[in-house]
Nanobody, 118 residues
Framework: QVQLVESGGGLVQAGGSLRLSCAAS????????MGWYRQAPGKQRELVAS???????NYADAVKGRFTISRDNAKNTVYLQMNSLKPEDTAVYHC????????????WGQGTQVTVSS
């Protein structure tokens, strides 16, 4: 179906920036939307931002004005630009792709660690 590989995580001081990348391969044409989720220790996985095939975006209230999701169709890659990072942004960030190929599917990447120090 669809395979996702994330990159770009790391350690950054509060107020700094990072850009995450998610490269998709496989049945790209079947993807309807892609998104970034995060999971902090002891917490449930939560949606950070998403982007549809038509380019509509959606953001969690906690990241509005600081994070920007975008995509490069030629590279089959979705990005998450994270600015003004806070310690509470520390989490494992996962890329997700949802679509339809004979049936609904939801594919996940392996995750990338983002750590923001105070």
């Amino acid at each position: 179906q669809v395979q996702l590989v994330e990159s770009g995580g790391g350690l950054v001081q509060a107020g700094g920036s990072l850009r995450l990348s998610c490269a998709a391969s496989g049945s790209i044409f079947s993807i309807n939307a892609m998104g970034w989720y995060r999971q902090a220790p002891g917490k449930q996985r939560e949606l950070v931002a998403s982007i549809t095939r038509r380019g509509s975006t959606n953001y969690a209230d906690a990241v509005k004005g600081r994070f920007t999701i975008s995509r490069d169709n030629a590279k089959n890659t979705v990005y998450l630009q994270m600015n003004s990072l806070k310690p509470e942004d520390t989490a494992v960030y996962h890329c997700n792709a949802e679509g339809w190929l004979e049936s609904d599917f939801s594919s996940w990447g392996q995750g990338t660690q983002v750590t923001v120090s105070s």
